[in-house]
């Protein structure tokens, strides 16, 4: 199997938030539809450890081809059972038409999801949830992304995985909203890499 | 040792990994260096070498032996250490970790930290994966730190409080004091998380709820006025860029101060009352071009559909639901689907002002959006529009994917059965389900379908012809071609007389039909209870088909030695009858009764064994305690179809003494029981004492009454019962009825019940019978002495109900009796 597909290289470096009017959701994508694949639905019954109440009770990044990008649970699972979720998930989603809307239920949940560019943000929330606010949340984890690396691409996002998750961080914490100003929140980013880089320099140690 | 190689070479070497063998190569040679550099307690590397770790933790490798590295990152000095650390914790660990505890004083630690940035980290890694043990132990820092005017850490704290509250509800008080100022705060960031987290606590507590909407109204602070103030500061505020979503301030402050109002509102009208100006106020200023306005819009209706709104204002959110409904965007037409079904139960009329927008749903090609309408759909029919929405409804069921063809055959079974506008059409439906998604119904749907049509006995010609057709040449929906079969067995007469008044009747012949049901018997398509089901049906075919019973026999003799046991067992069984017991052969076959729909919480009765060809019969299992044994009495009572009934408890043969005759005393004297527990252990009375009134001591037979004639009162499957009278001389109001049961078949009946119910201008007596086994061969008898007293000399009337154990399986039976001789009452 090639990991790489031809042109993935090119797509992973397509800017996230590229014309699309920033400050704002996009509209429908209207592109070829993704592969369909069979979903194979594993009959797991509902998280056996869930949170009640959790707002988002996780968040997975991952690519066209199906490749994750990042992982963020709010709840706690085995890390055996977390696998089979993101791959049901994945194939779920990658399985949708584009014009479909972008909820999904999924066992007691529902997922909600978007696709910039080459790359998918997917929130798992509660039935009681605001599925349109969700989508919110997401395209806000975007712009902050976009603030922070300028342009943001899923290459930057490969490359840099863990300030995505340092940047999430600050956005949400236990799955709610922690911060809902965008200056405020790569503030805070960009004030610990300040004292990282500081630290760095003066210790003149390597840096990871 | 030279230096590993660094984090971002590492990705970029794995990225060109030609194949999956390649790239795991890669891994496994870096994560032998990983783990050798841990082993020698490099510290100098180790931040970058749990970096790479958690990289490859993404791809899919096993990273566990990373978890102690990650504590001693977290324990280290430096902050680029910690960073990764807590990150590598958060994804690593998870709360089942026993390296968990050791985390916890590290934490403590960098709670009382002089930076906020590695305060911060630690209650983001609290606040996102804390145990309750550690919830407990840092509770206290928590709540020192929502108290502190640093509002960087304080709306972290806040969030923090929500997962200790989560993961230790009675830790809840210990965090009230603190939310006495959050709402004062300007910090957008505190004033969101302190909504979260009185939220959580008030939805968790009732006492917490019901303290901040009452307590708080005698101070200056109260909950819901402050709320309302925010929420009027953020709608008619100026553009504020900093927390600007497309021209809409703040939504996701507005959507949690809109959830919190919800809760406070809720079955509380004071709270209902202050905030529906607020709320009128957001559904029409905000500004709906984009998702984020309909998000909040959303948010709104959903509160006021849940408080105690003005109906003025109930009348506006549906109203925007339905616009909601037209919108182009997919998204906005889910939710409006969600939300409409929310509603439905309680405003259930505005909500059928859509139905058809609804209906069109149903073909929309998006999987989510046609189970919202599909479940829309179903609340939504009523008696008046039954039949067009189950029109939409099945010729969805026809063009819907598989996942949706169970919970569409059920809701379409239940609605015909709340609604149908008769029965022709309510057979109709059930047979089009089964028809077109035969495989995917319930297994009850065929004891039920066959139940219904039993019940309708004008139907029979039509259905039999209707089911036969439909499975001419087609055995592939197995429930279709069970109840088909059945009903060719049942009424295979009328089929073939074609003496159909509601269609065009069909001309078939019994060689037909039979060839039919074998092609069903031999039909590889044909699970083994609808071979049952055939060969049954064959059976019964034997006594309402004429000329064809020779091939009857042939057929069951064939299958006498089938290798499928129930099938083999069956065919024996009906062999034997052709042989030795011709002359039952008529009366064992004869048509079903009508099947009594219980309603009762318990199973329902219907004879779920494919076809039984005796009536009734039950499986032996025992009654289930509860409802049962009354409902049985009931149905009794009901069978002698008024109210004003008296059960009677039949009293058991046994040698147990009588208790008193007191017991009975009461029985009688309250006869206005109902329902008394039948199977219930009656009570037992050996040598019954006289207890009718003045009768006592008194003979009581007396001969004056020899003239009065026996009566039959029950003749069937050889089990006879004969009633002889004979009159008291001392209460001509009182008939004495001896009952005489005899068996004229081959074998005993055992466990034999008598039970029998007057209407309540009698009162009726049973006394115990000489046995509970009725001898085969009409060898012996069981008499039992029935009392009734009838002082207004009304025609007698009697229900019976008869149990017993023949041939291994339970019977019951019930009859009744309308014979009495005018002597015997008047």
Redesign the interface.
């Known amino acids: 199997m090639l990991l790489l597909f031809p042109g993935e290289v090119a797509e992973q470096e397509a800017k996230l938030l590229f014309a699309q009017g920033r400050g704002e959701l996009p509209g429908e994508e209207r592109e070829d539809s993704a592969p369909t694949l069979s979903l194979p639905q594993t009959s797991l019954a509902r998280c056996s450890n869930v949170t009640p109440g959790l707002e988002i009770h996780f968040i997975l990044l991952f690519s066209r081809q199906g490749k994750l990008r990042l992982q963020k649970w709010y709840t706690t699972l085995p890390d055996k059972e977390k696998k089979k979720i993101i791959r049901e998930i994945v194939q779920i989603i990658l399985s949708r038409n584009q014009k479909t809307c972008s909820f999904v239920d999924w066992k007691d949940l529902k997922l909600v999801y978007k696709r910039y560019a080459s790359l998918y943000f997917c929130c798992a929330i509660e039935d009681q949830d605001n599925e349109l606010l969700t989508l919110e949340v997401v395209h806000r984890y975007v712009e902050l992304l976009d603030r922070y690396f300028g342009n943001v691409c899923e290459l930057d996002i490969i490359f840099n995985f863990e300030k995505a998750y340092f940047i999430l961080d600050e956005f949400i914490i236990g799955g709610e909203v922690q911060e809902t100003s965008k200056r405020s929140a790569v503030k805070a980013i960009e004030d610990s890499d300040m004292l990282q880089e500081t630290v760095e320099e003066y210790m003149n140690k390597p840096a990871f | 040792m030279p ?1 590993p190689i ?3 070479e590492l ?1 970029r070497t794995i ?1 060109t ?4 063998a390649e ?1 795991r190569e890669m891994i496994q040679k870096e994560c032998a260096a990983i783990r050798s550099s841990f082993r020698e307690e490099d510290n ?2 180790r ?2 070498n749990v ?2 770790l ?2 490859m933790h ?3 490798y096993p990273a ?1 032996f990373g978890q102690l590295e990650c504590l001693k990152l977290i324990a280290s000095q ?3 250490d910690k ?2 650390g807590y ?1 590598g914790a958060m ?1 690593l660990l ?3 970790q026993d390296v968990h505890l050791l985390m916890t004083n590290c934490i403590k630690n960098d709670l009382n930290h002089s ?1 906020q ?1 590695v305060q ?1 980290l630690a ?2 890694t609290l ?3 804390g ?1 309750s043990e550690m919830c407990r132990d840092l509770a206290g820092e928590v709540e020192k730190l929502l108290k502190t005017s640093n509002s ?1 850490l304080r ?2 704290a806040a ?2 409080a ?2 200790v509250i ?2 230790v509800p009675e830790l809840m008080e210990m965090f009230l004091p603190a939310t006495k100022n959050l709402l004062n705060e300007k910090n ?2 505190v004033l ?2 302190s909504v ?1 987290l009185l939220t ?1 606590m008030c ?2 507590s009732p006492d917490m709820l019901a303290h901040f909407r009452k307590v708080r109204q005698l101070s200056s602070s109260q909950l819901v006025p402050q709320l309302v103030r925010i929420l009027k500061n953020l709608i008619m505020s100026g553009y504020s860029p ?5 021209g809409i301030s ?4 507005q ?1 949690r101060i809109l ?1 919190l109002l919800r809760i406070l509102g809720r079955n509380d009208d004071d709270s209902s009352e202050a905030m529906n100006d607020i709320l009128a106020q957001v559904a029409t200023n905000t500004e709906t071009s ?3 306005g ?2 909040i819009l ?2 709104t209706v ?1 509160t006021i559909m849940d408080i105690k709104s003005e109906s003025g204002l109930r009348v506006l959110a549906i109203n925007i639901l339905g616009r909601f409904l037209l919108n182009n ?7 409006a689907l ?1 939300s409409l079904l929310k509603t439905v139960q309680t405003d259930h009329n505005a909500v059928q002002r859509h139905r058809s927008t609804i209906v069109d749903c149903l073909k929309d ?5 046609k ?1 919202r309408a599909m479940e829309l759909s179903f609340a939504l029919v009523n008696g008046n529009n039954v039949r067009g929405m189950m029109k939409e409804l099945l010729y969805f069921l026809d063009s819907c994917e598989p996942e949706f063809k169970a919970d569409c055959a059920s809701g379409i079974f239940l609605a015909a059965e709340k609604y149908a506008p008769s029965k022709r059409w309510h057979i109709d439906t059930i047979m089009r389900v089964l028809t077109t998604a035969g495989s995917y119904v319930r297994d009850d749907a065929v004891p039920n379908l066959i139940q219904l049509i039993t019940n309708s006995v004008e139907m029979h010609a039509y259905t039999v012809q209707r089911l036969y057709k439909a499975i001419l040449g087609d055995y592939s929906q197995q429930p279709l071609v069970q109840v088909a079969s059945w009903c060719i067995g049942e009424y295979g007469d009328l089929l073939v007389s074609g003496q159909c008044e509601e269609e065009e009747p069909i001309q078939v012949t019994e060689d037909e039909v039979l060839d039919i049901l074998e092609s069903v018997l031999i039909s590889n398509m044909s699970a083994s209870v609808t071979r049952g089901y055939a060969l049954t049906a064959i059976m019964k075919l034997s006594t309402r088909f004429t000329c064809t019973v020779n091939r009857i026999k042939k057929v069951v003799s064939i299958y006498g030695s089938s290798i499928d046991v129930e099938l083999q067992q069956r065919a024996v069984e009906y062999n034997a009858l052709f042989k030795k017991y011709d002359h039952m052969r008529p009366a064992l076959l004869e048509r079903m009764p009508v099947m009594e729909k219980i309603t009762t919480n318990g199973p329902t009765e219907i004879v779920q064994t494919n076809g039984e060809t005796e009536p009734a019969v039950l499986e032996t299992k025992p009654p289930p305690s509860g409802l049962q044994p009354a409902s049985q009495a009931n149905d009794l009572l009901d069978l002698l179809g008024g109210s004003d009934i008296t059960p009677v408890i039949p009293t058991a043969p046994t040698s147990k003494p009588a208790s008193a005759g007191g017991e009975l005393l009461d029985l009688l004297g309250d006869l206005n029981l109902t329902g008394s527990p039948v199977s219930a252990p009656a009570p037992q009375i050996a040598q019954p004492p006289f207890l009718l009134d003045g009768l006592s001591s008194q003979p009581l037979f007396n001969d004056i009454a020899a003239g009065i004639p026996s009566i039959t009162a029950y003749n069937k499957n050889g089990l006879k019962i004969d009633f002889a009278f004979e009159r008291s001389n001392t209460n001509p109001s009182v008939t004495v009825i001896t009952i005489q049961a005899s068996n004229s078949t081959e074998l005993d009946m055992t466990d034999f019940v008598f039970q029998a119910a007057v209407p309540k201008t009698f009162q009726l007596q049973l006394l115990s019978p000489s046995s509970s086994v009725i001898p085969a061969f009409n060898s012996g008898t069981i008499t039992q002495v029935i009392k009734v007293l009838n002082p207004q000399k009304q025609q007698l009337r009697m229900r019976i109900k008869l149990t017993y154990n023949h041939k291994g399986s339970a019977m019951q039976d019930l009859a009744e009796v309308n014979n009495f001789p005018p002597q015997s009452w008047q």
């Open positions: 230096a660094r984090l971002r990705i990225r990994a030609r194949t999956q790239e100098t590397y931040c970058r970096a790479k958690l990289y993404m791809l899919g566990h430096k902050f680029t960073r990764i990150l994804l998870d709360e089942r930076t940035y911060g209650l983001c606040g996102c994966m145990s960087y709306k972290k969030l923090c929500v997962h989560r993961k957008h960031g969101h998380t979260v959580e939805e968790r900093e927390h600007d979503v497309s703040d939504p996701f402050l959507v959830r984009k998702n984020v309909n998000a959303y948010e959903l965007d997919k998204n906005i037409r889910y939710v969600t090609l998006d999987v989510s959006i189970r």
